[in-house]
């Protein structure tokens, strides 16, 4: 029986927390000179320096260790062999098998579901050429201008940071909108611009039930029809990503727009399978392919490296030090590259929803702290914001810090200004600027820990690798922690109260807290008073009647 607390590793790292706790940062590197050589690692065009991190060479070995004595081994295997490891929905977790540019098959269930995956892309190639090259027409044979994902979580923020981050790439006669907040000023503020002749819309829901989405689909058709005819074709204008054809279908979709993946890709993993296709939209299908080789590297690189020598190993024992002995709570994401700046919103919900649980596999409660809140912003506008925070606040932040080494075009000054600022952020969390050698209004303690991530550009291969890379961090802790990092009951709740509570607000029910009552009562008032003020009261027109009888017949029309 996997007891990770109270296994000897954990015991000993317990020890080492106490033993290392006053060690400074700057003193491994002065008693081993080699140390940035011996902590970084190159994959392609991925360097990862992990040598300014609060670890000593014993508490490296010692979390070598931990995962060598973990089900880290067996339960990476059966992530790539298809076995069922999200053990409470009972599915395979493949997002990996939807990059694979291998030969080998990948069994589900009895069958090899790489022939369905390279038909997938197959379709996607094509209906991708139609729409870039301007073969696929809308209604009124006009080009499609504008493409609309709806769609939230893992159908918005994959895609989503992607095109941000390869903007670069995007195909000059296209515009990309993202619309998933259920908010309405959201898409009225997105269909605002656009031309229903040259729009298209992804529907983009893996289950095709969410709330969200479903509204903003309806009002998006609604829309449509407003500004064509209520029967204008829409099979133009209309396809879906989805593992639900049949509600795609009676949303008017017809059958050869869906496109579709499958229920072993969980959403927040499933930017590789259709739910792409804005990417592929945005940046040709050959490039998305190349941000699938990019992730397919990484792949092999988490299977075949050596624990000591691998990526995402790395740098999850380096997370799970802070997180279980050094008592981090949050894990800083701070991209020194603009168009990476949907990135920590995306690695939130990749971390968060995997790892933010509290009972493991056998469903037993865990007795120790998980998945960490994941949070940042770009820098260097962090600078101008948090920063202080994180160089004289009390709490312990690691970061990462990502950049790429290419500038963007005729941009050298500036990004020579950006990768230096970012140098002299890491040197400075970790030396600190204590002259005195005392704590002053002044002066900044250092010794915060921190990892730098460079790519030499930021291309969709590199992209790629990056986003595995982190994917399988996310594996790595949830395997040594021993939860289930690919299941989200967490957020069922919510979205049944929400449909609850949307019922029973009219109905006056009180079966609710005085606190949801009280503020239920307040919505629906304030329903009912927009309403009515949208109609007169009987009052009102009791009013209003009276003083049109009591005015004078003076010919003058009354206005
Ligand atoms: O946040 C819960 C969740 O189920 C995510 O896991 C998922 O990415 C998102 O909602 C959207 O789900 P769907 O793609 O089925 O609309």
Redesign the pocket.
């Known amino acids: 029986m996997y007891q990770l607390s109270s296994s000897v590793t954990w015991k000993k790292l317990q020890t080492l927390a106490d033993k290392t706790q006053d060690d400074r940062i700057a003193d491994y590197f002065t008693s081993d000179p080699n140390r940035f050589d011996k902590m970084s690692l190159r994959l392609g065009e991925l360097f990862l320096d992990y040598s300014k991190n609060k670890v000593s060479d014993e508490v490296l070995k010692t979390l070598i260790a931990l995962a060598e004595h973990s089900p880290l081994r067996q339960r990476r295997a059966q992530m790539f062999s298809g076995d069922i490891i999200n053990i409470t929905e009972k599915r395979p977790v493949l997002h990996t098998a939807l990059r694979n540019r291998g030969d080998e098959p990948v069994v589900v269930n009895g069958k090899d579901v790489m022939p369905d995956i390279r038909a997938g892309l197959k379709k996607l190639e094509a209906f991708s050429h139609k729409v870039r090259s301007g073969e696929w027409k809308g209604f009124s044979g006009k080009r499609i201008r504008h493409v609309v994902n709806i769609?939230?979580?893992?159908?918005?923020?994959g895609p989503n940071m992607v095109c941000r981050a390869l903007l670069n790439d995007k195909h000059p006669e296209l515009s990309f909108h993202f619309i998933s907040n259920v908010d309405g000023q959201h898409i009225k503020k997105v269909l605002s611009d656009l031309n229903p002749e040259t729009t298209l819309f992804i529907v983009?829901?893996?289950?095709?039930?969410?709330q969200?989405?479903l509204l903003n689909a309806k009002t998006a058709r609604r829309w449509f029809h407003e500004k064509t005819s209520a029967q204008t074709d829409m099979s133009q204008h209309f396809v879906a990503v989805?593992?639900?054809q049949n509600a795609a279908m009676k949303f008017g979709i017809s059958r050869e727009n869906i496109f579709e993946f499958w229920a072993w890709v969980?959403?927040?993993y499933?930017l590789w399978s259709t739910?792409g296709l804005p990417i592929a939209l945005s940046i040709g299908y050959d490039r998305f392919i190349e941000l699938l080789e990019g992730a397919y590297e990484m792949d092999r690189h988490f299977v075949e490296a050596p624990l000591e020598q691998n990526m995402p190993v790395l740098m999850a024992l380096i997370g799970i030090w802070y997180i279980n002995f050094l008592g981090a709570e949050t894990q800083a994401i701070i991209p020194y590259d603009q168009a990476l700046h949907q990135l920590p919103s995306f690695l939130q919900?990749l971390d968060m929803?995997s790892n933010g649980k509290s009972v493991d596999i056998d469903g037993h409660p865990v007795d120790f702290a998980t998945g960490p809140i994941v949070w940042g912003q770009t820098g260097s506008n962090g600078q101008h914001a948090f920063f202080q925070l994180l160089h004289q606040g009390t709490r312990f932040v690691p970061i990462d810090f990502i950049a790429s080494l290419a500038p963007d075009e005729k941009t050298e000054e500036h990004h020579f200004a950006l990768l230096t600022n970012m140098l002299a952020q890491a040197n400075a969390f970790m030396n600190g600027d204590q002259k005195s050698g005392i704590l002053d209004f002044a002066s900044c303690p250092g010794n915060r820990p921190s990892n730098i991530l460079l790519l030499e550009s930021l291309s969709p291969r590199n992209l790629g690798a990056l986003i595995a890379l982190y994917e399988h961090k996310v594996f790595v802790q949830g395997a040594i922690w021993n939860i289930n990092s690919f299941d989200?009951w967490g957020?069922?709740l919510g979205?049944r109260l929400a449909t609850e509570i949307s019922r029973n607000i009219e109905l006056k029910s009180s079966d609710y807290d005085p606190s949801t009552q009280g503020l239920m009562d307040i919505v629906r008032e304030h329903m009912h008073s927009k309403n009515t003020a949208q109609q007169p009261t009987s009052a009102a027109k009791a009013k209003k009647s009276a003083k049109l009888e009591a005015a004078p017949t003076t010919g003058n029309k009354e206005p």
């Open positions: 769609g939230i979580g893992g159908s918005d923020l983009s829901t893996k289950t095709f039930s969410t969200e989405t989805s593992t639900n969980g959403g927040r499933s739910i919900q929803e989200q957020v069922q979205k």
